[in-house]
Every structure is written in C-alpha cells, then in structure tokens.
C-alpha cells in the first residue's frame, strides 16, 4: 500500500511539473495554445505572465510533494494533496472544464484515500 502511495504522490507531482512546463515555457507556443484551448496566439501573448506565474505555483505544488517523498513525511504529503485537490476542483467549475477535475484532482483524492486508510490501519 505505502508503494502504491509513493507512486500516486509521483505521479501527481509530474503532472505538476507538466502543467508548469506548459504554462511557463509553452503557452504562447502551439502546443501550450492547443493544450488550453486560447483563442489566439495574440491572447496567448497577453497572457504569458500570467500563465507563467500560475505555472510557477504548480511548481511549487510539485516541489511540494517531492519534498514530502524525500522526507517521508505523510502530514507534508495530505497538505500538498488537499491543496491539489482544492486547485483542481475550483480550476474545474471555474472553466466549465470536468476534464481537468479528472486530471488534477482525481490523483490526488485516491492518494489521500491512501494516507487516511493507513492512518486508520
């Protein structure tokens, strides 16, 4: 079971790391542009900095989880997830998009299932 949690924090602060490349190296790019359905190459431009900001933050969230890895610490890793599991969750009513509660969320609410399943056992 400890495996499986390990596997799932990594797998959710990759997909952290991910969304931070996107959003500060690929926005304005046609992948960065397709992946989050701009409108244009124009808007893309307009909003890099901000894009780049929200990817610092995803950044942040995997370093996060990494941390807690490194030094096994589940407390460190249920903080990190929570506040995944809340980005996701409001990042999915905000656009309208299910998808990224799928996405984001998902992963880390099975790894928090984890961590409390091990608490109770």
Not at 83 to 94: D, F, H
Request: with cysteine; glycine share 8%.
């Amino acid at each position: 079971m400890e495996l499986l949690l390990k596997i799932l924090i990594g797998i959710v602060a990759f997909e952290h790391l991910y969304f931070m490349y996107l959003e500060m190296f690929l926005w304005t790019k046609p992948k960065g542009i397709k992946t989050f359905g701009l409108k244009s190459k124009e808007f893309a431009e307009e909003t890099k900095v901000l894009a780049a900001n929200q990817g610092l933050y995803n950044g942040f969230l995997a370093a996060g989880l990494i941390w807690s890895l490194v030094i096994s610490n589940m407390n460190a890793a249920l903080f990190f997830l929570i506040c995944v599991t809340i980005a996701g969750i409001y990042g999915a009513y905000t656009t309208g998009k299910i998808k990224l509660f799928y996405v984001q969320s998902i992963p880390a609410i099975l790894a928090t299932i984890i961590i409390f399943i091990n608490y109770i056992f």
